[in-house]
């Protein structure tokens, strides 16, 4: 590409894991089809899942997972320092994920429950953005392979990197699929930022809001139509923080 | 029983039915309709100012450089292969088949990506696009244009008009007013314009340095520095909608009826051709209905300033 | 226009011949809502079988199949300091069962939108053109109200048009591929019968309109109303979502957006079908956003609706089908929301002598 004047160079780049199950990672070595031509668009420096090298210049960290421990802070503000540009890579490292359900027990509990009483250190999962600086954040449960290659490639090009700013139920529409809420289903969709194609809603599961809120969603109307649906508001407030993405809307709700 | 497939291949479709705006549009079917542009080599890259910069483009085709035609007031889809598309306002003179050229504010990612572009690459317009300031039906009268910061783009094309047409006109008064003296663009044209022109230049900055010697504060004082007469006098004013809105009332205070001003206003647009409905003004497209209006229209077109 | 008659197994076997030899598509039923309704989609068809020719609505339009949700507009590649730009609008021929009057009207609409004017669009002309339509009547559900923007009938835009007159179907044939088609099944001319079978059935549609809108001298109503407190009460309950403007058979606002490839060596640009509800519809590259409100962007979709633009002669392009009140989460539909202003307006005239302006 050189019919404007200048020549794009690969991007060198790092992935890194906190506390998560690293599937968002490996969605970075899915899609076959186009993983010859993605892989030429970086240079990794590191990345302990594909290769044992290791760099430590790179110019764009993905990190993946949230913060549980303390020695994870260090990590993490090491990377930060490091890295040109930092991108919370996935729900856990966007907004706490699923780990952040943890978060409403006492933490001991949490410890006899899952390590049967072991001496773990372990504290409340919290967001990458809690701890340093984040550049951009692409949010899913896992992350699409499609939306990061397409931000790869804007970060390639020098494009500006965004993300849908309206809710999944554009998507779910184009997909001509059945409303969950005629089914007599809570379903996230109408606030939960788009981008994901509608994945859940087209096999007949509602969103849960793996990718966050919306723009500037309506969620007084939100929490509006789920009474009038004569919808379990308990089953509401359940979704919303299944990824811990609507922690503000929730505060507001209660 | 009778194959029942309907074999009508959609390349060989027939567009004739279509009312066909201009003469030379039969041309542009095959090259507009089809969202195909004419391609463009940047000749040539005038930096303006920290933000702004003049492109020289000169169509690579000789026969599409001849058909290029455009009005004073017009603008293009100015496509950056790879990074998408932006309308601009055409910056030169009708008469000029040689460039095109365009005054550009580094803004979204299409221009940013402009800007990143060296002299010698490669783009596409498509357009002209839009309606045009009326510059024969001013044949005979005072015309009064008054500018602010990027408001020059758009001023440049019925600028060269006047120079062409000079005779035409009677007082040719530019109003040009920016935030700072470095984005005064264009200062060296000013002389050109005074002298081979004939227009009357008042420049005025609203934060002057050291080295401003004019005048400093808002476009509209300016005015005390003439007089004109309202039953003989046009207007053309461009600029943000604050200012278009403030010197406009003040000219319809003045006694220069509404439908003998003319603004250019700026809106998001993804086609340029009426259809995608980015552009729209309450019920009017900016693409098709402007970019030029009078001032009567856009005082009625809801959410307009 | 040539009218015939068609005995019901008839009509089947022809419908079966014509999508086994097509790409066809035509109403199914998809699922069942929470109270036991069924729901209904316009989705591929394989035969005559899959079809529900006693179908109520779709809950989305066939509107996709002339403006797909994303489509290609054109396409660059790059070469050595380069590159050549490809431009494709052909499109495979497709046949299209079961469309409304309100249906084949939505379409003559976009015809209208995408056509005129001088700027055709070559990609929607190219699915036109390859489109075989079969329209069929049937009686209004509770919630149309088709009949108040006169789009319950349609005498042109259609191939072929069935009315259901008892055990058989009145054809209005409209195009010479439909009748050459036809020449293979029996078929009748009406008998005076039939004719009246035909009237007493359109009577009957005409009289069944449980919803009304008064939509007279809405234009100027829109205009003067363009200030009023209702758009932000229903903005206010407005989700954003844009599944009035998916569902919608006639809302065609796009957005255009050009990506790479992933190998760089070229790109695509594609148009998106955008809905004007969605909250960055107006904004600008500086970030300034023209319509920054729910209630700015609902109003606006009403005005495009019901006041109509400028470039489309300011025709009303709403055809009453009311899927976008269907879709709508949040309750809102086109019948509360114009009888809220009607009754702003009026309740504005009574106290006129009082209170001129309204706060």
Redesign the interface.
Known sequence: ??????E?QPLKIASFDFTCCEGCQLQLANRES?LP??L??VDIRNFREISSERHDDYDIALVEGSITRSDEIERLKTIRARAKMLVAFGTCACFGGVNSLKNRMPQEAVIREVYDGKAIETMPSMRIGDIVEVDYGIPGCPVSKEEV??IV?SL?????VTLP???V??EC??R?N??L????EICL???TRAGCDAVCPTGNTACLGCRGP?????F???A??VR?KELSMADMREKLAFYNGFGDYLEEET | MHDLRFNIPGQDLNLEPFALRAPDFQKKCEVMITDRGYKCRITNIVPLSGQERLFLLRIVDPLERELFNFRPGQFLMLEVPGYGEAPISISSSTSNHEFIELCIRRAGHVTSALFEAKQGAIVSIRGPFGTAFPMEQMKGRNVLMVAGGLGIAPMRAPLFWIGNHRDWYRDVRLLYGAKEPSQLLFSYQFEEWQKVSNVKLHTIVENPDGSWRGRSGMITTLFDEFTFDPEETWAIVCGPPAMFKFVCNYLDLKGIPMNRMFVSLERRMHCGMGKCCRCMVGSTFTCLDGPVFDYWSVMNLKEAI | MIYKVISKPEFISFIDAIVKANNAYGPRQVDTGRRGEPIYQFMPVTSAGEIAFDYTATHSSAKHLFLPFRDELSKFSFTDGNWEQEVRYDAPPIVLIGLRPCDINAVNILDDVMLRGPYPSPYYLARRRNTFIIGMDHLPLADCFCKSMNRHTVNHGFNLFCSDIGDRYYLSINSANAFGFLKEFRLEEPSYEDNCNLIERRKMIKHSFTTNIEVTGLPVFLDIEFDSPIWQKWGDKCLSCGSCAMVCPTCYCYSVEERFDIDLKGSTRQNHLYSCNLVDFAQVAGGHNFRPKNGDRLKYRYYHHYRGFAANDNQQICVGCNRCGRACLAGINPKDVINDLRLERESCMTCVSTSPDRT
């Open positions: 590409m050189n019919h404007l004047g200048f794009l186009t031509e993605f030429a668009l290659e397409r490639v390639v090009s020098r494009s500006p700013t309206y809710p139920c554009v529409k184009q001509l059945t409303c809420f005629d089914l007599g969709g109408p606030v919306a723009e500037e969603i309506n007084p109307a939100f509006q139509l009038d």
